[in-house]
């Protein structure tokens, strides 16, 4: 299976910060990665395809990057809305596997 | 759009097998275009993919969890389920079902996740 390694676990940030977080893959995945966002007992919403692309009416303060093996997610001028834990998820293989999250909270 | 449901037993006993269907609505699973997949989430832990079924019939199932899961799909009743066989505590999960693009491994959307606790 391919590993997805992201950090930092806990990010603390103040609103009107920009906070960047990053996902490592254990391998190669080319730009097959996503991002999820995850408030506590809901389930995770898509933000982010192929690494780079914005789901449609997601804000353009969330950014995604990077292909091969690093990946970061950057929001910038966080909003209230934001504090959520972060997931991201290879489906380059067909045993997809995600991270572990990252959680961000407020400081 | 298309939602999903989950539905099944919120307490399943060890040894047992736990068993979970999902509802789709607002689309039909027979259209084909999408992986129809079960994930789950330990409490206050990450994601863990289990596997996922095509309308065709045909499954792809996470190793770890290969041996004892079986996820199948009803078209006529627009469902797929999940059996989970002698499940133990650590199987203890919220139960999402969700929906990825056959050309893609991205789910969206998601069920809204159901609790499934193993205890005697």
């Known amino acids: 299976d391919i590993q997805m390694t992201q950090s930092p676990s806990t990010l603390s940030a103040s609103v009107g910060d920009t906070v960047t977080m990053t996902c490592r893959a254990s391998?190669?995945?080319?730009?097959?990665l996503a991002w999820y966002q995850q408030k506590p007992g809901r389930a995770p919403k898509f933000l982010i395809s192929?690494?780079?692309t914005l789901e449609s009416g997601v804000p353009s303060r969330f950014s995604g990057s990077g292909s091969g093996t690093e990946f970061t997610l950057t929001i910038t001028s966080l909003q209230p809305d934001d504090f959520a834990t972060y997931y991201c998820q290879q489906y380059d293989s067909y045993s997809w596997t995600f991270g572990q999250g990252t959680k961000v909270d407020i400081k | 759009q298309v939602q999903l449901q989950e539905s099944g037993p919120g307490l399943v006993k060890p040894s047992q097998t736990l068993s979970l269907t999902c509802t789709v609505s607002g689309g039909s699973i027979s259209s084909g275009g999408y992986y129809w997949s079960w994930i789950r989430q330990h409490p206050g832990k990450g994601l863990e993919w289990i596997g996922y079924i095509y309308y065709s019939g045909s499954t792809y199932y996470n190793p770890s969890l290969k041996s004892r899961v079986t996820i199948s799909v009803d078209t006529s009743k627009n469902q797929f389920s999940l059996k989970l066989s002698s499940v133990t505590a650590p199987d203890t999960a919220v139960y999402y079902c969700?929906?990825?693009?056959?050309?893609?491994?991205?789910?969206?959307?998601w069920g809204q996740g159901t609790l499934v606790t193993v205890s005697s």
């Open positions: 969700a929906r990825a693009l056959d050309v893609e491994g991205w789910f969206d959307p």
């Open positions: 391998q190669n995945i080319r730009s097959w």
């Open positions: 192929r690494a780079s």
